[in-house]
């Protein structure tokens, strides 16, 4: 197994971990936090994909070049809304995962 | 509010099952014999005729143009968004600190030589406009955190007119190409390094003040 190889199946893994945080994690800044991890991942899957006898290929260096300026735009846009959310409603987190979290308190 | 849906132990073991199918298809993709094909043959053959040397700013600027500049469009439209939310409030009321001080009186001067190289190697070595920008807009981010005891309070335009100089650019030098006969973002070899510098140039000045004006985290406060 190459190099190349366990890191992009490690991206793999971290792709994985992302999606369930971004799911099972009601707090937005969790969320963004998941969806950074899920992106680190697909970085490490490009580049460790990318790399292999012939050397490293520069065509997916440069995509995640382009991604990591994406992602962090995203962030810091994804960052300011949370904020915002968090001022005017006094949570960080969606309506629908509180109302949830109050049903299945009431529940048991 | 307790543990993530603690009290759906089936719909978290479906979440898991489905998670390991997703990552168990994605690792056949990527050990499949033609899984990821590598372009190193195809970017080396025509790396001549890019204008310059080192092959990721070949990919970036020549041969992929069309996905950085559309990344420059995300970094400004991430900008309009953060800027449209509201003005930037002073979060830290603090003095800065002393070290913070004397550390940007060393670094300070630094800043924009190392740029300039940055800039300058990326079109033979490791390096480019992005790399570039992400260390002027360290510095920017620095001072901002300096200026913080009375709020950051920035020239509006002239940082809106540098946040979206990197794609105007792009645009217009894709667009002359095409007038000159080519098609978009397709240079004549025998200026493409020149072409390629301009640009850079640009998006290096337009990712240092957007990626500082998304840290202020509101438009700069300087009109009343």
């Known amino acids: 197994m190459s190099g190349g190889l366990l890191f992009a199946l490690g991206g793999i893994a971290l792709f994985a971990i992302g999606i369930s945080a971004l799911v099972l994690r009601p707090h937005l800044l969790r969320k963004i936090l998941a969806l950074n991890v899920m992106a680190s991942g697909v970085f490490l899957i490009l580049v460790g994909g990318g790399s292999g006898v012939q050397g490293v290929d520069p065509v997916p260096q440069a995509m995640v070049i382009t991604g990591i300026v994406v992602s962090v ?3 810091a846009l994804g960052l300011a ?3 915002r959310i968090a001022r005017m ?3 960080a987190s969606l309506p629908e995962d509180r109302n949830r979290a109050a049903a299945e308190a009431k529940a048991e | 509010m307790s543990g993530p849906s603690a009290q759906r132990p089936v719909l978290r073991a479906v979440l898991g099952l489905a998670l390991l199918a997703v990552a168990a298809g994605l690792a056949n993709a990527l050990m499949a014999p033609s899984g990821f094909p590598n372009l190193t043959a195809a970017v080396d053959a025509s790396l001549e005729s ?5 092959p990721v ?10 996905d950085t500049l559309l990344e420059m469009a995300v970094l400004a439209a991430a900008l309009a968004g953060v800027w449209s939310l509201g003005r930037a409030t002073p979060t830290l009321a603090l003095r800065p600190s002393p070290v913070l001080v004397g550390l940007l009186r060393v670094l300070g001067p630094l800043f924009p030589i190392i740029c300039g190289y940055l800039l300058w190697a990326g079109a033979s070595q490791p390096g480019g406009a992005f790399q570039a920008g992400a260390v002027l807009a360290t510095s920017a981010v620095l001072y901002v955190l300096l ?21 105007g650019v792009f645009l217009a030098v894709g667009l002359a190409v095409m007038a000159a006969g080519g098609g978009f973002l397709e240079y004549p070899p025998a200026l493409s390094k020149t072409l390629i510098l301009a640009i850079e140039t640009a998006a290096m000045i337009s990712i240092a003040v957007t990626l500082a004006g998304l840290f202020l985290g509101g438009r700069p406060r300087s009109e009343p």
């Open chain 2, 50 to 54: 890019s204008g310059v040397g080192n």
């Open chain 1, 81 to 83: 809304l949370v904020l």
């Open chain 2, 147 to 167: 200026a913080r005891e009375a709020g950051p309070r920035l020239p509006e335009l002239p940082m809106r007119v540098a946040a979206v100089a990197g794609v």
């Open chain 1, 89 to 91: 409603t006094g949570h």
């Open chain 1, 73 to 75: 735009s995203a962030t």
């Open chain 2, 57 to 66: 700013t070949a990919v970036l600027l020549n041969f992929r143009a069309y």
